[in-house]
């Protein structure tokens, strides 16, 4: 069995103890995280050598955004995607040698706070971005997993409460009618729906604003794992390390984890 693993980590340079925890009670044979917020050049790549993860691809830039996989098993960096069309740092693909799995590894905008592009161009070009992604999309032709944060939580369940997120960004119907076009455009398996199907508690995120996340438990599932449908058939556990959020000076994403018999 193969497991690969996605987290959004806030500044991989603050919290490599975290990472370190984490490859290390659970060692997944790729972790692809996102919001590294560090350059290729500074990124920890001693301190992954020693936990076992000589295989990386890093798409990095100064203090924001930034993604990168890392690897137990052999990997070729297969494209980097500019869906925002600006040069972020937003997307990694790589192939694993062993299988020939493409995995790709994306951290969507968040939009900003108003659900409106007249008065908020990031909100457009959060749209705009899966607007590219669902061209994309359109031609992917061989087996793949995409994941990462996609800042959107689709369904009614994926959230504290649909009814006070209506109108909150990451949760706004144009949002989720069109990363539903982003699915349906490979035909894409929502991994963490398949294994934990809807309408059970599924959350990736609580906002550090509040004082005691547990207790105040608003959470959203806006980190994701979405499959080809010859990938998703493979697939056989899904975990959402919620630990995490407990940890010192965690990110306010937590890790999920997939097993695939490949």
Known sequence: MITIATWNINSVRLRMPLVERFLTEHAPDVLCLQEIKTVEELF????????????????GQKGYHGVATVSRLPLDEVNRHDWQANGEARHVGVRLRSSGLVIENVYIPAGGDEPDRAINPKFGQKLDFLERMIGWAEAVNEPTLIVGDFNIAPLESDVWSHKALLKVVSHT????????????????VDLGRQLVPAPQRYYSWWSYRAKDWKANDRGRRLDHMWASASVAEKAVSHFVLEDARDWEKCSDHVPLITGFDL
């Open 44 to 59: 920890p790549h001693e301190a992954f050598e020693a936990l076992g993860y000589t295989h990386r691809a890093v798409h």
């Open 173 to 188: 119907p144009i949002e989720v009618e069109t990363l539903e076009r982003f699915r349906a455009a490979h035909g894409w």
